[in-house]
């Protein structure tokens, strides 16, 4: 097996040699071919999350309908800013509907009030004065501007990644920012939608021409697919397969919404309920590249939970081995379906450009 962070391969064909064993030797033969480290890819850009004590509901029944319901309905009827308050009070109940749709709902009205020709004004247009609205001081935002977070450009912490806390706080990141973009757009009926990169969120704006372009609200400009394929390192064969920078439908969307609730339960172990949740993302869409990685992530949560204490496999009783097998083998193949899909680990070269970067941006900014 392998990690992300060592990139550690070992041949895939010995997790299945169970199948074929006859006796307690074969198996334990299997099982000490195995490596004891497991692919996992997210320790290396997360902090443990600050919402507190884990709240238990995602893949409770009541959750996981609530999931569900969201993924069955039609295209047209999903309203993302209901998406984001059913995904938000799954992390953390003390969040307040009322309070989160009444300042969404103000910042909309503040936008189409700044229209320059009222509902007649073109699309694009509109489009430019929300950018406005988030991005210049003014009382549309009570002098209060939407700013990317350069102290957490990554969105390490689940909690920065919820629109509660980037109306409160005003600092946001990939994830944020557009997402915010996009529910305002959509309350303002403008054609705006999510698209990804790797471990990346933007939106997409569809012009006059019917064509779309990106927009990247962490900067308030625009990027080129180009850009991203070379920046994010997106593969030849991801870019066939389609799993990034597409136009993303609204159920879709709201996947990459509920992908905070997906990163939720990696970092609180609660590794049952990201089975039940990545299973509901993978059923609406196989090719869900982070359902994939954290269900891999899940089944390794799970062996390390269950068998860990033992510290190698080999002292495993004989009972349970098939389960850490199955387990094992699930890990795998997660991984290697993300992989056929283009998927590739983030390197520490790649990391640490991008850190770099931030601290450019920071010293620029300190300058000014």
């Known amino acids: 097996m392998r990690t992300q962070r060592m990139m550690f391969w070992a041949a895939c064909a010995l997790v299945s040699s169970w199948a074929h064993a006859q006796s307690t030797q074969d198996i334990n033969d299997a099982l000490m071919a195995l490596p004891t480290a497991k692919q996992t890819h997210a320790g290396e850009i997360r ?213 905070m609730l997906v990163e939720h339960d990696y970092e609180t172990h609660q590794a049952e309920q990201l089975l039940a949740l990545t299973g509901l993302l993978l059923k609406a869409n196989p090719n869900n590249i982070p359902a994939l990685i954290y269900r891999g992530d899940a089944y390794s949560q799970l062996s390390d939970q269950r068998y860990k204490r033992y510290g190698s496999p080999e002292l495993i009783p004989v009972s349970k081995r098939r389960d850490y097998v199955n387990l094992e083998r699930s890990n795998q193949a997660m991984f290697a379906r993300a992989e056929a899909l283009g998927w590739t680990p983030e390197t520490p070269e790649h990391k640490a450009a991008y850190l770099q970067w931030i601290q450019h941006v920071k010293a620029q900014g300190a300058a000014q």
């Open 47 to 259: 902090e443990t999350s600050q919402i507190g004590t884990p709240v238990n509901r995602a893949a409770s029944p009541a959750g996981l309908a609530t999931i569900k319901d969201i993924l069955a309905q039609p295209d047209d009827r999903i309203d993302l800013a209901q998406v984001e308050i059913a995904v938000e009070r799954m992390i953390d109940p003390g969040v307040s509907e009322m309070a989160v749709l009444h300042q969404l709902d103000v910042l909309a009205a503040n936008a189409r009030a700044r229209f320059p020709q009222g509902e007649a004004t073109d699309p694009e247009v509109k489009g430019m004065v929300l950018i406005s609205t988030m991005r210049d001081a003014g009382p549309w935002n009570d002098f209060r501007p939407f700013r990317y977070d350069l102290d957490d450009p990554l969105g390490s912490q689940v909690g920065h990644k919820l629109i509660s806390n980037f109306l409160a706080t005003r600092l946001g990141n990939c994830v944020t920012m557009p997402v915010l973009y996009v529910i305002l757009g959509q309350k303002l009926g403008l054609p705006v939608t999510l698209s990804t990169a790797p471990m990346h969120v933007f939106a997409k704006f569809r012009k006059d021409d019917g064509t779309w372009t990106n927009l990247e609200l962490t900067s308030y400009g625009g990027q080129t697919d180009e850009h991203y394929r070379e920046r994010m390192g997106i593969s030849p064969t991801a870019m066939a397969h389609h799993v990034y920078l597409q136009t993303l439908t609204r159920q879709q969307s709201a996947q990459v919404i509920m992908e």
